[in-house]
């Protein structure tokens, strides 16, 4: 067996198993704290795609009542002609959703709104993705800015899938660019909405705030849909599965349709869902339809063009294509009624001889001639010219592209992380986890990818491939003059009668006793009411420090710790208001604003280190500038 588990693994199997036992259809029940065996498409935290999926599909009236197809054509929906008697689910039918289905599964009312499928390089850790949709922004062609109404991993539903989400919303229309009513989105970009978006790197969390991507519109030529990324790994089981509430992503995987025969998966990695026509599935024996693997035998090319075929790749051994799986379930009647999971995630399984495996080079889409095109859903179906239809326009087709094939037969882009405890401390300084090793968990002996347990300083278990951080406070290097300016703790999109939690992690790398305080300002220029005279005072002017300190000081809080110990906070705010911080140096008597201008020396000690990160500078006149201190990393809920 490839796969060896130790005692230790016995927490994560257990929680992996309720998790997939969770029957709830609801788009929160994929927000647990698991990352398992997922890969990672790039060496960089990055969008591959973030293009306008289809207009108007999500929340149809009457789209699942007996007039389903009448109400698909009544909002401009396409709608595939099948035999009744093959007893057609919905979703074989059309890719558009019902109103009351979708509003169930997003827990908000929705209708007749838009999708943006947010194709990322690495996965994103779900404890940071609010469904809320408000970690994203989306700029249209007028300018003006959207913030979606929904962000959830569905149809990215697998422990090892949740690279892309898809957003919901009113994005645009169906004009194309250049016409006089045309409405579509530009580009999309992470903001930092309080709890800021994190993704899985290969050493452990990144902050995903300030992403962004232009936005092709798919109802214009030449922006059909594509493989961005095409990733050869051993084939695993690990991370395969999702709660069973969403079943067209359980027993889908290589294993489950070809057993034994699965030796390696070739995962293409794709910017939307494909479908021969917008609402078709496409099937396990559907390889020679779409796709050509391309191998190199020193100058020769070879391509592979058939399932169930040995191709010799010179001296170096054999290749075959097994089929096509991160489909349906096995034992799905496959016919024209099969529906797969329409995620955007296909797998080619292959078997094969190791060194012929190493040769191959890319995997192509003709899209034309004898190779059949792949539509984003929304397109047209397969009788777009049936009285009634919907008239479209539809999504357009894809064009003949190529996209060279990742080798990472040693696991080194796949990643877990897996939270068994609850939210983990995390180092403020680089957000990786603070625990200690209890030892090795899994342990793939193909590919020698290594899961291991380890323990935070509360007594949390959780698991990982990379190595976490120590509970000792970073000690970073001096002299840092290229400085960015800092997140306020901004509560302004909250009501005033509300009270906010302030949650995070801080560390102390200084031998002078330190104590952070927040203060109420008026606006991001650091103003400040004097609470005598009730006058507006700004940083430099008689009087600012102590009117600061003295509103700090109102609301009682104050955070200290030990030199080089890394302690988690939660304290809480009155809502509607803008919030700066001030450090005290207790040895020096001495007080550091986040404003250069209120501080006696004049300079900068505080330092931005990604959204909602703070370093600060305890010594007069900037002392070392490393910046390391203190450095605290925070997040705004309510």
């Given at each position: 067996m490839a796969i060896i588990y130790t005692e230790?693994?016995?927490?994560?199997?257990?929680?992996?198993?309720?998790?997939?036992?969770?029957?709830?259809?609801?788009?929160?029940?994929?927000?647990?704290?698991?990352?398992?065996?997922?890969?990672?498409?790039?060496?960089?935290?990055?969008?591959?795609?973030?293009?306008?999926?289809?207009?108007?599909y999500m929340g149809v009236p009457g789209l699942s009542g007996a007039n389903g197809q009448q109400a698909a054509a009544n909002f401009n929906i396409a709608w595939e002609t099948l035999d009744p008697a093959l007893s057609p689910a919905l979703r074989a039918l059309t890719s558009g959703a019902g109103a009351l289905g979708v509003s169930s599964v997003y827990g908000t009312q929705l209708q007749i709104q838009d999708t943006m499928p947010l194709v990322f390089s690495y996965p994103v850790l779900p404890t940071t993705l609010n469904q809320d949709g408000s970690d994203f922004e989306v700029e249209l062609n007028d300018g003006s800015i959207v913030q979606p109404l929904v962000a959830a991993f569905i149809p990215n539903l697998e422990h090892n899938e949740r690279q892309t989400v898809v957003i919901i919303g009113e994005f645009g229309n169906r004009d194309l660019?250049?016409?006089?009513?045309?409405?579509?989105?530009?580009?999309?970009?992470?903001?930092?909405?309080?709890?800021?978006?994190?993704?899985?790197?290969?050493?452990?969390?990144?902050d995903a705030v300030g992403l962004n991507i232009a936005s092709k519109n798919p109802y214009e030529s030449g922006n059909g849909p594509q493989v961005v990324a095409a990733k050869l790994n051993y084939f695993s089981a690990l991370g395969e599965g999702a709660p069973n509430g969403n079943q067209s992503s359980l027993f889908n995987s290589g294993a489950n349709l070809y057993g034994n025969k699965a030796q390696y998966r070739l995962r293409l990695y794709t910017s939307a869902g494909f479908s021969p026509d917008g609402i078709a599935s496409l099937l396990p024996n559907?390889?020679?339809?779409?796709?050509?693997?391309?191998?190199?035998?020193?100058?020769?090319?070879?391509?592979?063009?058939?399932?169930?075929?040995?191709?010799?790749?010179?001296?170096?051994?054999?290749?075959?294509?097994?089929?096509?799986?991160?489909?349906?379930?096995?034992?799905?009647?496959?016919?024209?009624?099969?529906?797969?999971?329409?995620?955007?995630?296909?797998?080619?399984?292959?078997?094969?001889?190791?060194?012929?495996?190493?040769?191959?080079?890319?995997?192509?889409?003709?899209?034309?001639?004898?190779?059949?095109?792949?539509?984003?859903?929304?397109?047209?179906?397969?009788?777009?010219?049936?009285?009634?239809?919907?008239?479209?326009?539809?999504?357009?087709?894809?064009?003949?592209h190529t996209t060279p094939i990742t080798l990472d037969l040693d696991g080194a882009m796949q990643a877990t992380y897996v939270?068994?405890?609850?939210?983990?401390?995390?180092?403020?300084?680089?957000?990786?986890?603070?625990?200690?090793?209890?030892?090795?968990?899994?342990?793939?002996?193909?590919?020698?990818?290594?899961?291991?347990?380890?323990?935070?300083?509360?007594g949390r278990r959780f698991y990982s491939s990379f190595s976490p951080s120590s509970d000792s406070a970073s000690n970073l290097s001096g002299d840092q003059t290229d400085l960015n300016p800092i997140d306020l703790i901004n509560t302004t999109e909250f009501s005033e009668d509300s009270v906010v939690t302030i949650s995070g992690s801080i560390s102390r790398s200084a031998s002078d006793n330190l104590a952070l305080q927040f203060y109420e300002i008026k606006n991001i220029d650091g103003a400040v009411t004097d609470p005598i005279s009730g006058s507006i005072l700004l940083p430099g002017e008689p009087g600012y420090a102590v009117a600061a300190i003295s509103?700090?000081?109102?609301?009682?809080?104050?955070?200290?710790?030990?030199?080089?110990?890394?302690?988690?906070?939660e304290f809480t705010l009155q809502a509607g208001k803008l919030y700066a911080p001030v450090l005290t140096n207790e040895e020096q008597s001495e007080l550091y604003f986040a404003i250069a201008g209120a501080n006696r020396d004049g300079l900068d000690h505080f330092n931005g280190v990604g959204a909602n990160g703070w370093g600060i500078e305890d010594t007069f006149g900037g002392g070392d500038r490393d910046f390391d201190d203190i450095i605290i990393r925070f997040e705004v809920s309510i």
């Open positions: 230790l693994a016995d927490p994560l199997l257990a929680y992996i198993e309720a998790d997939i036992a969770n029957s709830s259809t609801s788009a929160s029940a994929l927000l647990t704290p698991i990352n398992y065996n997922a890969d990672l498409f790039a060496n960089e935290a990055k969008f591959f795609s973030g293009n306008y999926g289809f207009e108007g660019p250049g016409t006089p009513d045309a409405r579509y989105p530009v580009s999309v970009r992470v903001v930092n909405d309080g709890t800021p978006l994190q993704m899985l790197s290969a050493n452990g969390p990144v559907d390889f020679s339809n779409y796709f050509i693997l391309e191998s190199r035998f020193g100058n020769e090319r070879i391509e592979i063009t058939e399932a169930n075929r040995n191709y010799e790749i010179g001296n170096l051994g054999s290749i075959k294509v097994i089929g096509l799986a991160d489909l349906g379930p096995a034992g799905t009647t496959v016919n024209e009624a099969y529906v797969e999971d329409h995620d955007n995630y296909y797998d080619i399984i292959l078997e094969g001889d190791l060194t012929a495996i190493q040769s191959l080079q890319s995997v192509r889409m003709p899209s034309s001639g004898e190779y059949q095109a792949v539509y984003n859903p929304g397109g047209p179906g397969n009788n777009p010219d049936a009285p009634g239809a919907a008239s479209g326009p539809f999504t357009v087709a894809s064009e003949d939270e068994v405890d609850g939210e983990v401390l995390r180092n403020p300084w680089n957000l990786q986890p603070v625990g200690t090793l209890l030892g090795l968990a899994v342990k793939d002996t193909l590919s020698g990818q290594e899961i291991n347990a380890y323990v935070d300083p509360d509103n700090a000081n109102s609301n009682s809080i104050q955070l200290e710790l030990s030199d080089t110990s890394i302690n988690s906070f």
